[in-house]
């Protein structure tokens, strides 16, 4: 069993900022990718950030420069480091990790999902 839990959404006014925390736990071989996508109302859930296990990122085009991805493998936490947010970043924001789990070894890996937390930005 594995889960995602993540903290760190809430309401914030525009040009301000957030971190977004996921931390890993449960029967963990390995994590590989983490990354965090968003979905907002009435719109299909869309990468925001990811990073490799080995720390290279990739981000949207319309958060670069804005936010920052980052990852503790110590801790199998990864984060969104979140600034100069616009209303337009309004959403729920989930994080997403790749893991091989001890019964499956490292030769399978299985998409794992947080529970999603609430990101508003106000203008």
């Known amino acids: 069993q594995v889960q995602l839990v993540e903290s760190g959404g809430g309401l914030v006014q525009a040009g301000g900022s957030l971190r977004l925390s996921c931390a890993a736990s449960?029967?963990?071989?390995?994590?590989?990718?983490m990354g965090w996508y968003r979905q907002a109302p009435g719109k299909q859930r869309e990468l925001v950030a990811g990073?490799?296990?080995?720390?290279?990122?990739n981000y949207a085009d319309s958060v670069k420069g804005r936010f920052t991805i980052s990852r503790d493998n110590a801790k199998n936490t990864v984060y969104l480091q979140m600034a100069k947010l616009k209303p337009e970043d309004t959403a729920v924001y989930y994080c997403?990790?790749?893991?091989?789990?001890?019964?499956?070894?490292?030769?399978?890996?299985?998409?794992?999902w947080g529970q999603g937390t609430q990101v508003t930005v106000s203008s």
């Open positions: 990073i490799t296990s080995g720390g290279s990122t």
């Open positions: 997403n990790a790749k893991i091989s789990t001890i019964i499956s070894g490292p030769w399978h890996e299985y998409d794992y």
């Open positions: 449960g029967s963990i071989f390995s994590i590989n990718a």
